[in-house]
C-alpha cells in the first residue's frame, strides 16, 4: 500500500511535468539567466532550456510523537498518553528539481530512515479522574523500524528583486513513522495506588505504534544570492492533514485504530549553500514542522476472539513535531 501510494504520487507529478513540458514553447526562457543558476544542468528542448538540478544528503533527526486516549463518552479527561520518541535518527535524502520555465519549479525529495535511532516511549494511565497517574511504564529499547518522508510540490516565482526572489508553493508531503517498544519496566496501581512494580522481558514486543501524515499545502518561499551564497527558505502550511495511526498492544492482544478528522499542520526550513564551482555546491539546512493534536473515534479490536468496540466523538488524539538538521551536496547532471 505504501509503495502504491508513493508510485501513484510520482506518475502524477511526471503528468504534470509532461503537460508542462508541451506547452513551454509559450514561454521562452533566455541561456544567459539558466547559466547563473548554480549546481544545474540544461536540457535544450524547441529553442527552450530546461534547468535541472539535482541533490544528495543526510539529515539528524529528533522529535517526538503523543497518542492520547480520552474518556469522550463523559468529561473528556485523558485517560493514557503515550509519548513516542525519535532520537538519533539519521536519514537519506535524494531530490531533483526541474525548471521548464522562467515561472514555474517543480521540486521533489525524499528522506528515508537510515538506523533504528535511540528512541523511547512513556505511557502514562490516568484511571481516576483528577488524581496523578495511576499506571506508568517506561521503554527505552525502542526502535524506528520506518521512517519515511516525500514532498512534491510546485514553486511560482512572483516578486525579484536584485538577486532575491520570492516564490509562492503548492505540494503534497508525506510523513510515516512506525515503532517498535521492547522491555521496559513499569509501575501500577492494583490494590493500591502504584503499589505494583515490575519489569517486562528484555526483548519482548510490547507495543508496535504507527504514524501516517498526508499533506496538502500551500507555502511561500524565498532564495536569495550573494556571490558565492544562496540563502534560501521556507514556510508551508496546511489545515487539511489527512492523519492515520495504528496502536498494537501485543501482551493485551488489542488493534487500535483511529479515525482522525481532518488536522493541520506547520513547517518552516532555512538553509544556505556555498557554490564551489558552477556544478558543485554543499547546503547546509535546517527543517521544523509540527503536526497539531487532531482527535476522532477509534475502534478497538481483540485479535483472540476478533471481537470489537467502537468508540464515537474525540476518544483518541494523535501529534507530531520533529526538527532535522541536514547537509547536501548539489550536483549538475
Known amino acids: 500500500m505504501k509503495s502504491k501510494k508513493i508510485l501513484s504520487a510520482t506518475y502524477f507529478w511526471s503528468s504534470v511535468l509532461a503537460a508542462v513540458l508541451a506547452v513551454s514553447g509559450a514561454a521562452p526562457i533566455f541561456a544567459a539567466e539558466s547559466v547563473r543558476m548554480e549546481n544545474q544542468a540544461t536540457v535544450q528542448i524547441n529553442k527552450n532550456v530546461i534547468i535541472v538540478s539535482g541533490h544528495v544528503g543526510a539529515g539528524y533527526l529528533s522529535g517526538e510523537s503523543t497518542e492520547s486516549v480520552y474518556n469522550a463518552a463523559s468529561s473528556g479527561y485523558k485517560l493514557s498518553e503515550l509519548t513516542w520518541r525519535l532520537r538519533d535518527v539519521f536519514m537519506f535524502n535524494a531530490g531533483v528539481s526541474v525548471q521548464p520555465t522562467t515561472w514555474l519549479k ?154 482522525f478528522d481532518t488536522g493541520s499542520m506547520v513547517s518552516f526550513d532555512l538553509g544556505g549553500s556555498y557554490n564551489f564551482t558552477d556544478q558543485f555546491s554543499l547546503l547546509a539546512a535546517y527543517h521544523y514542522q509540527i503536526y497539531y493534536e487532531t482527535k476522532g473515534s477509534t475502534k478497538i479490536t481483540d485479535l483472540l476472539t476478533g471481537e470489537t468496540q467502537n468508540f464515537p466523538g474525540d476518544a483518541m488524539g494523535t501529534d507530531h513535531q520533529s526538527n532535522m538538521i541536514s547537509l547536501s551536496l548539489r550536483y549538475t547532471f
Open 106 to 259: 517543480l521540486h521533489g525529495d525524499i528522506w528515508v530512515k537510515v538506523n533504528d535511532g535511540n528512541g523511547s516511549m512513556d505511557d502514562y494511565d490516568w484511571f481516576v479522574e483528577g488524581w496523578d497517574w495511576t499506571h506508568w511504564s517506561h521503554h527505552n529499547n525502542v526502535e524506528l523500524s520506518e521512517g519515511l518522508m516525500y514532498d512534491l510540490n510546485a514553486e511560482f516565482p512572483f516578486y525579484r528583486f536584485d538577486k532575491t526572489t520570492f516564490s509562492a508553493l503548492i505540494g503534497y508531503k508525506h510523513d510515516h513513522w512506525e515503532w517498535k517498544a521492547r522491555g521496559g519496566s513499569y509501575i501500577y496501581s492494583t490494590y493500591a495506588l502504584r503499589d505494583t512494580v515490575g519489569t517486562f522481558p528484555d526483548n519482548e514486543l510490547v507495543i508496535t505504534y504507527e504514524q501516517t501524515f498526508g499533506v496538502p499545502y500551500v507555502g511561500l518561499a524565498f532564495d536569495a544570492r550573494l556571490e558565492k551564497v544562496t540563502l534560501t527558505g521556507r514556510l508551508i502550511g496546511s489545515t487539511l492533514v489527512k492523519v492515520e495511526d495504528v496502536d498494537h498492544h501485543h501482551l493485551r492482544n488489542l488493534l487500535i485504530e483511529n479515525d
